[in-house]
């Protein structure tokens, strides 16, 4: 078989239930509130998470903060960011910044 041959995934018998499409957001990606700026190329992000309790059967809002890198200094407080997993910077700061998804004051 020659490489274009290859290259057209249209004629594998099957090629559709083994192959899944690119995923929306990475890996481990958070969306957080932006609750701290004040370091230098790093901001503090709040992420809630909800759970419900097994026992009284309600919702129940969990909030974490997460240390994030911010190369460009470019996110304020207030903002909704996306937050992915990266390789240990410091001893709390182990995300990267991957955009703004709304700044503050926007809808």
Not at 17 to 34: A, D, E, M, N, Q
């Amino acid at each position: 078989m020659t490489n274009e041959e290859l290259m057209e995934t249209g004629d594998i018998p099957g090629w559709g239930l083994i192959h899944t499409p690119p995923r929306r957001f990475p890996r481990g990606s958070l969306v957080g509130t932006v609750v701290s700026t004040k370091m230098q190329k790093t901001i503090n992000v709040a992420v809630d998470r909800s759970k419900i309790a097994p026992k009284i059967k309600i919702r129940q809002t969990y909030t974490r903060k997460f240390f994030a890198h911010d190369e460009n200094e470019v996110a304020n407080d207030g903002d909704l960011v996306l937050i992915i997993p990266s390789h240990r910077m410091s001893k709390n700061k182990h995300f990267l910044l991957l955009e703004i998804i709304r700044a503050k004051g926007q809808m």
